[in-house]
């Protein structure tokens, strides 16, 4: 194996990285070492640089979404072998733990939220999904959220309806997908250039989030509705305040989940705020296990599950990494910002 290399992050509120050597991983128990080839940016990487969120363990790793091929595998791994391509959600659970993290060569992935994936999808392609899948799964399926039925490769329907407000996002895109295979008839939002993109996606109905009537028109869509539930892939107080509105004119009982926003919302509209953690570990392995190990590569496989939104590729090497950051933060739609190594 080759000298692994890492963008390190020296400390908080550095708008660089420092490309260095990295220590080389053996994966353990339930691991798989990665050769990364593709990584993609959201925007958690670089709120993460700006504001210290791990300033107790400088330097760090950054890095969430990653795609490559299999390059060990740890004791008791029996879903993948060496060679095989794969994408995985990493994520460092520990202060000053930093092999699970993917803005380096060589990072280490649990099995659990590791999935194979097809000849006929590219590294770049795969990259975009790993962290949406688990952030739309966690509000989706775990009980303390959504608790929506578990996505099926077999066609059904239920009487539910959710709605994902930020539709065209790449959480709210994953959301839309396990929803519809979870039998769901789904409602968003999205600008109108992005509404045929959500309804090759399974979506029923797509309406315009600037219009002035969104409110009424969304809530005309929903009043006759059976049962609703709430996914805001927003989390910010332009997305707080129109779903608000429509709470109150359904007078009902609604279940709302929501990713972790800049700032809470108040009015008595309190969401429960996702983590994308929450299938990564126990009492939560039937819901690891079932969207990982089951759904997302045989759904990958069939082409039931888009590899959305499509990537763009900003440059080859640790060294570019820094510009995917500057370029997320200042604003991408319908988009995945990506990085080759």
Not at 148 to 173: D, I, N, Q, Y
Not at 219 to 227: A, I, T
Not at 275 to 300: C, H, M, Q
Request: one cysteine or more.
């Amino acid at each position: 194996m080759a000298k692994n290399r890492a963008a390190w992050i020296l400390s908080p509120g550095t708008n660089s990285f420092l490309i260095a050597e990295a220590p080389s991983y053996k994966p353990k128990a339930g691991e798989v070492l990665i050769k990364n080839h593709a990584v993609a940016v959201n925007p958690i990487d670089w709120k993460n640089q700006e504001n210290g969120t791990y300033q107790k363990a400088y330097p760090f790793i950054l890095g969430r979404n990653a795609a490559g091929t299999i390059e060990d595998i740890g004791e008791g791994v029996t879903r993948f072998h060496k060679g095989q391509r794969v994408m995985a959600h990493l994520h460092s659970p520990k202060t000053g733990e930093y092999a699970n993290s993917s803005f380096q060569l060589y990072p280490v992935a649990s099995e659990r939220l590791t999935a194979a994936i097809p000849a006929s999808l590219s590294f770049e392609q795969a990259s975009v999904l790993p962290l949406s899948i688990s952030t739309a799964a966690a509000g989706l399926y775990l009980p303390g959220y959504l608790g929506l039925p578990l996505p099926s490769s077999e066609l059904k329907t239920t009487s539910e309806t959710l709605l994902v407000w930020g539709g065209a996002s790449s959480v709210g895109m994953a959301v839309i997908q396990l929803a519809v295979a979870s039998g769901l008839k789904v409602v968003t939002t999205a600008s109108t250039s992005n509404h045929c993109l959500l309804q090759s996606l399974g979506a029923d109905a797509v309406f315009d989030y600037k219009s002035e009537s969104v409110v009424e028109d969304i809530s005309n869509n929903l009043k006759n509705s059976n049962s609703i539930a709430i996914y805001d892939a927003i989390g910010e107080e332009r997305s707080f305040e129109p779903l608000r509105a429509i709470v109150k004119y359904l007078h009902g009982p609604v279940k709302i989940a929501s990713v972790l926003p800049c700032n809470k919302p108040s009015e008595n509209f309190n969401p429960k705020f996702i983590t994308s953690y929450g299938i990564a570990y126990p009492p939560n392995e039937n819901v690891g296990e079932k969207i990982w190990g089951d759904f997302v590569p045989n759904a990958l496989a069939s082409g039931k599950l888009q590899a959305k939104p499509d990537p763009i590729i900003v440059g080859h090497g640790l060294e570019e990494l820094q510009k995917g950051l500057d370029l997320q933060k200042a604003g991408v739609s319908a988009k995945k910002l990506v990085i080759m190594l």
